[in-house]
């Protein structure tokens, strides 16, 4: 693996999305996404968002995200990496830490077992984490949502939480990026966290 591997990871409608676009066409890299980005990704993806599924397990939610990952980086990560280019996702392997982890409540260290199995051990160089109050999050999402931003708002304060976490324990790879503002306002804060990480880094 030769090329590099960018993450944003965040909550919904912390423009994240937006923000990896952004990046990836000013850096001239290709930008991909979780999950969903595959033809099983999307299958996946499906059942995981849809409202009328409120009878899915929190395993079995876990264990679909993580499909979704492995097939992910089978298809598009890794033949990126292994060929040179970096590379920049909506999301990666924290979102389930946060999400099926910090909010589900399911134990962090099965979860990061199972994630080195499906990834083979990939782990971004860097993540950018767009952070922003739940209520400016709830307020973007509008009356429109999935059944994991309908998961409630303990729910999503407790991943908000898991992510400031795991960008405090580990400050080598994270970058926190206020995301509150305008796209361009966040787009110049990301700009100079990523510039700087590269400078550290080369």
């Known amino acids: 693996m030769t090329g590099r ?3 944003f990871e965040g909550a919904d409608a912390s423009g994240k999305s937006t923000q990896a676009r952004r990046l990836a066409e000013k850096l001239g890299v290709e930008c ?4 969903g980005a595959t033809a099983i990704g999307s299958a996946i993806r499906s059942i995981l968002l849809d ?9 079995a939610e876990a264990l679909l995200v993580i499909a979704d990952k ?3 980086v089978a298809e598009v990560v890794a033949p990126a990496l292994g060929s040179g280019r970096t590379i920049i996702t909506d999301r990666f392997t924290a979102s389930t830490s946060a999400y099926q982890g910090y909010g589900r409540g ?3 260290a099965v979860l990061d077992e199972m994630m080195r199995f499906a990834t083979h051990g ?15 999050s709830r307020r973007r999402l509008g009356t429109q949502i999935d059944r994991i931003e309908g998961a409630g708002a303990q729910f999503h ?6 992510y400031l976490k795991m960008a405090a324990a580990e400050p080598d790879s994270w970058v926190v990026v206020d995301a509150g503002g305008t796209i361009d306002e966040v787009g110049q804060r990301v700009d100079a966290a990523v510039a700087d990480w ?5």
């Open 5 to 7: 591997l960018i993450a």
């Open 32 to 35: 991909t996404f979780q999950f």
């Open 51 to 59: 409202p009328t599924h409120d009878e899915l397990d929190d395993r």
């Open 70 to 72: 492995a097939q992910h």
């Open 106 to 108: 399911l134990d962090l």
């Open 122 to 136: 990939l782990t971004p160089d860097l993540t950018v984490l767009l952070d922003v109050e739940l209520s400016v």
């Open 157 to 162: 304060m407790r991943v908000r939480d898991g």
């Open 198 to 202: 590269l400078s550290s880094a080369s």
